[in-house]
């Protein structure tokens, strides 16, 4: 079981949504409780990227992006970033 932490911005924007866009992100990040690493459910994915801790990204819906890391260690996953799908693709390449 892990710990689900939010960044503060990203908490920021998560408050800004309307209750129901909340109430589906909130749902989502559940699943990272029990397993925040990708599998065979394709809502999840590792970026390849040259950076440590690894980044992971998680849709939601089709609308919104959460990025994310884990520390294993510790048992928490740190949701850095909320935004947008359109945004999501543009911060791929600050991460690279």
Known sequence: MFEILIDEEADEFLSGL???????????FKKLITNPFPGNSGDKERLDLPINPPVYR??????YTAFYHIDSDQKTVMIDVITTIEQAHKLYGRYG
Do not use: L, T
Request: net charge positive; no cysteine; aromatic share 0%.
């Open 18 to 28: 309307p209750p129901k866009s909340q109430k589906i992100m909130k749902e989502n």
């Open 58 to 63: 998680m849709h939601i819906g089709r609308s």
